[in-house]
């Protein structure tokens, strides 16, 4: 008897469904939603109202791209959280439906915990498919979370540090909008990157104890220099963006590195797993490599389609709950925050 998943993820402003059979992706689709570019952030309410018409064709083309029919279905499983609660409703009300109405269960996932497991996602013919062996260290870095997970099993995760104040990629953001660079930042701040030198600017360095991050110091002294320099220069970050940007990329970078290796040194942990949004950055992919290449780290980056939100992460989560009837009570809520 095979064990068929749908998984659905609507934490912010993507809609996902993917279809898994035992263990194995068969289909991953999702719908980005361009409207929130027009405002530099995401607006929860127009992230609602995309969902809620984005659902049912995105489930529709999962399924049909698996070749599986709704009566195939073991499981569906759903983020429950963390998320923008309007956007969660969505999904978890859907799935909810459908597993009223085909009599399967219902199986809840955390968004993060969805994020460090995107590692053991096995797609068809996938021949270098290569997990992480427990316990592994995962660096999740997303636009709404920076920390360094201790990940012992699929159910057994410690946090060893995270940000007290922003987020990496929140703060990649933050600075690409007031460089009137758009948005999502982390992408276009990339881009820009490579084509600038990344010594070219300093920016102060967060002082926090332990493994935590911060980067709201990083932010400000970048806005400060940005004010100081407009005020002689009006065309300072025309001219200067690609510097900034590689200077800032570096400065997001060392401040991650700098814990991460910390991290290894205190557990004795050398098996180092990347996931989330930012994981798609070009110089923090660099700096894991690097540290490959030296022999200090065996390192694991997931396939680009796995890093940003994505339904194939819930759908390995699922397939987990469910080989261990980890079922969800239907009358359990959704919920906005919460750690892993
Ligand atoms: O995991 P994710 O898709 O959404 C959250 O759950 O937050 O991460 C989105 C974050 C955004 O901050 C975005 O700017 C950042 O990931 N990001 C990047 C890159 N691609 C996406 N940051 C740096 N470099 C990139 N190439």
């Not at 929860?44 to 599986?68: F, M, T, Y």
């Not at 991050?213 to 100081?228: E, V």
């Not at 590195?257 to 990347?274: D, E, F, P, W, Y």
């Not at 798609?280 to 680009?304: E, M, V």
Request: glycine share 10%; hydrophobic share 40%; charged share 20%.
């Amino acid at each position: 008897m095979n064990t068929t998943i749908l998984a659905i993820e609507s934490s912010c402003d993507d809609t996902s469904a993917a279809v898994m059979r035992d263990g194995v992706l068969l289909s991953n689709v999702t719908a980005s939603q361009k409207v929130h570019e027009l405002y530099g952030g995401v607006v929860p309410e127009l992230a609602s109202r995309a969902h809620e018409k984005n659902i049912v064709p995105v489930v529709d083309l999962a399924l049909k791209q698996a070749g599986v029919q709704l009566e195939d279905l073991s499981a569906v499983a759903v983020t429950l959280g963390p998320g923008l609660m309007g956007s969660l409703l969505v999904g978890v009300s859907f799935a909810k439906g459908l597993s009223i109405a085909l009599g399967i269960p219902l199986i809840e996932a955390n968004h993060l915990q969805g994020h460090i497991l995107a590692h053991f996602i096995q797609a068809k013919d996938d021949a270098g498919f290569c997990p992480p062996p427990y316990p592994y260290l995962c660096l999740l870095v997303s636009g709404g979370n920076s920390q360094i997970v201790k990940v012992n099993a699929y159910n057994d995760m410690e946090i060893l540090g995270q940000t007290i104040d922003d987020a990496a990629g929140e703060a990649l953001d933050k600075c690409s909008k007031v460089m009137g660079l758009g948005y999502p930042g982390g992408p276009i701040i990339d881009r820009l990157a490579r084509k600038g030198n990344p010594q070219a600017f300093q920016f102060s360095k967060p002082q926090v104890d332990g493994l935590n991050y911060s980067f709201s110091g990083l932010k400000t002294s970048f806005l400060y220099r940005l004010r100081d320099e407009l005020k002689t220069d009006p065309n300072f970050i025309e001219t200067h963006k690609e510097d900034l940007a590689a200077s800032l990329e570096k400065a997001v970078v060392d401040i991650l590195m700098k814990k991460l290796s910390m991290a290894v040194k205190q557990t004795g942990i050398r098996h180092v797993a990347l996931s989330g949004g930012v994981s798609a950055n070009t110089g923090l992919r660099n700096a894991f490599k690097a540290q490959q290449d030296a022999g200090h780290w065996h390192i694991y980056i997931p396939k680009f389609s796995y890093t940003t939100d994505n339904a194939a992460m819930i759908a390995i989560t699922g397939y987990y709950k469910y080989l261990h009837g980890e079922f969800c009570d239907i009358g359990k809520a959704a919920y906005a925050r919460t750690a892993l």
